[in-house]
């Protein structure tokens, strides 16, 4: 497979508790980015990576909130002390340059309960 | 003016019939405009890239109007399997910014 990979595909969880995702970018794309999608809602930005670089961070990204890519190939995204309000689907997506539509990955939907 | 919008719908069309999805934009010095079929509880896909002024792959017509700040989406003979949420997204209008702002998609169903 080598599209965009995302697990764990499910993830629930009790409030206060820390969890992280982790995604496998397509291996000849060097830009990783996170989304955060609600229902009704469109993709909400994150963070973006260019290789292992963490160039751009939303205001959404709040302190509980840190990603890494660690050698510029799979990238992890934690949340610690997780709040009801973080339930949502997180995206993971990579594409090879700027002005390129991305490719994303099937998410992994949070719930916080 | 928001930097990406879309009515939401639901369109509701019958099998055949031609649709056309609008999306507003605020940001004027976007170069690429995409779209997005996202069906339910799963990842956005992209359906087509805007560069210039269109662009056309199959039933499937975009059209960039610059002096507006729109692009169309236009669905000809419209099938069962075109049911989805269709979004738009571009270029953030920040500074350096590299990610694309998406839209809240527009909802299409296709009745029988």
């Known amino acids: 497979d080598t599209g965009v990979s995302q697990d764990p595909r499910h993830k629930i969880t009790k409030r206060g508790q820390n969890v992280t995702f982790r995604c496998d970018p397509i291996?000849?794309?060097?830009?990783l980015y996170w989304y955060r999608q609600t229902l009704g809602q469109g993709p909400e930005f994150l963070t973006y990576?260019?290789?292992?670089?963490?160039?751009?961070k939303s205001r959404l990204l709040s302190d509980r909130f840190s990603a890494e890519r660690p050698k510029g190939s799979f990238s992890t995204l934690e949340i610690q002390r997780t709040e009801q309000g973080d339930s949502a689907m997180y995206l993971c997506?990579?594409?090879?340059?700027?002005?390129?539509?991305?490719?994303f990955g099937s998410g992994t939907r949070l719930t916080v309960v | 003016r928001k930097e990406v919008e879309q009515d939401p719908g639901p369109f509701n069309v019958p099998e055949g019939a031609t649709v056309a999805f609008n999306c507003t934009y605020s940001?004027?010095?976007?170069?690429?405009f995409f779209w997005y079929r996202q069906d339910c509880r799963k990842e956005p896909k992209l359906l087509m890239s805007v560069y210039s002024s269109g662009n056309e792959d199959g039933r499937f017509t975009a059209q960039l109007n610059r002096a507006s700040q729109y692009i169309s989406l236009l669905i000809r003979d419209s099938k069962l399997s075109d049911s989805a949420t269709y979004l738009c997204?571009?270029?953030?209008?920040?500074?350096?910014?590299?990610?694309?702002?998406f839209g809240k998609g527009t909802k299409l169903s296709v009745i029988p």
């Open positions: 940001n004027s010095a976007s170069q690429s």
């Open positions: 997204a571009l270029p953030d209008s920040g500074a350096g910014s590299y990610q694309l702002t």
């Open positions: 997506a990579s594409s090879p340059g700027t002005g390129v539509g991305y490719t």
């Open positions: 291996s000849e794309h060097n830009r």
């Open positions: 990576f260019q290789n292992e670089a963490q160039l751009e």
